[in-house]
């Protein structure tokens, strides 16, 4: 390295080696652990013949366990409590779409009431999650 120039002014160099390390060292962190977050709790989806509806921004997902849990994301609420934790959510962002996704063996009616209390929240637009029927080949 040349710390004097034929001038005898100093030279400033930037030596990027440590940067370039840190640099790749948080790269391989990211890509190690981005697989691992996973978004919302994972269920037995029924299945269904329906196409998959674009969506433009990202949905608001509840989601109902086999064990008749509920969760906001990844949140576990009660159902007394849903409506209350929902109406701040859905005032922040009055036309976000919320999304429900319950296991194929909560019963028909809990769904249902699990709905009715999503749109006494204020919920305009509610979605049903399904897992697409595979077609035999």
Do not use: C
């Amino acid at each position: 390295m040349k710390w004097f120039n034929d001038d005898d002014h100093l030279m400033a160099e930037i030596n990027v080696t440590p940067l370039v390390d840190v640099m790749l060292v948080l790269l391989i962190i990211f890509m190690i652990t981005a697989p691992m977050l996973t978004y919302g709790v994972k269920v037995n989806l029924p299945t269904t013949t329906s196409k998959p509806v674009p969506l433009k921004k990202e949905p608001l997902i509840i989601t109902v366990d086999a064990k008749d849990n509920i969760y906001i994301d990844r949140y576990k609420v009660p159902l007394k409590n849903l409506r209350k934790k929902l109406r701040p959510i859905i005032s922040a962002h009055p036309r976000r779409n919320v999304l429900l996704q319950a296991d194929k063996k909560v019963p028909y009616g809990y769904v249902m009431l699990v709905m009715g209390e999503i749109k006494a929240a204020g919920v305009e637009n509610l979605g049903l999650v399904t897992k697409p029927l595979e077609k035999n080949k």
